[in-house]
């Protein structure tokens, strides 16, 4: 059993059913028990999800997403393999296959670094290292099946929903930070409809919040990912 996990040869009931709750659940439950946790008072336009990860600024809470970050990766396992096995060979399934795998060990050692050596200094190099190489695998590996799957029911003549709202959820908040960047720098050019201070900033225009549902995307786009590829399977 352990090999078919580890392969991907498990069904699409037990991937939908099983593995995706279990995975968003457990983000969303970490999450939520780092919030509670935080010394300071939480506000989406400025807390970032590495700070709950924290042991500097989050000392009492910082572990609970730290184990989520060791937990989701364990159950990501299967999604390379399975969701290879829903398309025929080519160039992009091969990269969204090792993307996947990139990003999986990534996230396992940002979960490494977090619980298993806390570092309470102010830099944390290694930190945003395993979350950079987490964020470039896992997401563009999601977003790489999804368009597969898109394509596979365009031409199918089938429904482009769940292709399109996997390809949606996982490319929005990267658009959107891209552009709440671009309103910072015309903001400091002088643009002053632009300018705000930052106790009044808008949460749209907050490059916080646009990790935050980088980070939601992420798992709520796996799932989605995975639901689009296993309809109507090509054999």
């Known amino acids: 059993w352990l090999s078919a996990y580890a392969r991907g040869a498990l069904s699409s009931?037990?991937?939908l059913g099983v593995i995706g709750p279990l995975t968003n659940g457990s983000f969303a439950v970490g999450a939520w028990l780092a919030v509670t946790h935080l010394p300071a008072l939480y506000d989406v336009r400025?807390?970032?999800?590495s700070s709950l990860a924290s042991a500097r600024y989050n000392p009492a809470g910082y572990a609970y997403l730290g184990t989520v970050f060791l937990i989701v990766p364990l159950l990501l396992v299967p999604l390379p393999g399975y969701l290879?096995?829903?398309f025929r060979a080519s160039a992009i399934r091969r990269a969204g296959f090792f993307l996947l795998w990139f990003g999986i060990v990534g996230l396992f050692l940002l979960g490494v670094e977090t619980t298993i050596f806390p570092n309470p200094g102010r830099t944390r190099f290694s930190h945003q290292l395993f979350t950079t190489i987490a964020f470039i695998g896992i997401t563009p590996g999601f977003l790489a099946f999804?368009?597969?799957a898109w394509r596979r029911a365009w031409i199918a003549r089938t429904s482009l929903v769940p292709?399109?709202?996997a390809c949606a959820v996982l490319l929005l908040p990267g658009i959107g930070a891209g552009l709440s960047h671009v309103a910072r720098i015309l903001g400091t050019l002088g643009w002053t409809s632009l300018q705000t201070a930052k106790s009044d900033q808008w949460f749209i225009r907050s490059f916080v919040f646009w990790e935050w549902l980088g980070v939601i995307g992420l798992?709520?786009?796996g799932w989605l990912t995975a639901w689009a590829a296993s309809r109507d399977q090509e054999r």
């Open 13 to 15: 009931r037990f991937i």
């Open 46 to 49: 400025r807390t970032w999800v």
């Open 84 to 86: 290879s096995g829903r």
């Open 146 to 148: 999804s368009l597969l």
């Open 163 to 165: 292709a399109a709202l």
């Open 219 to 221: 798992f709520v786009g």
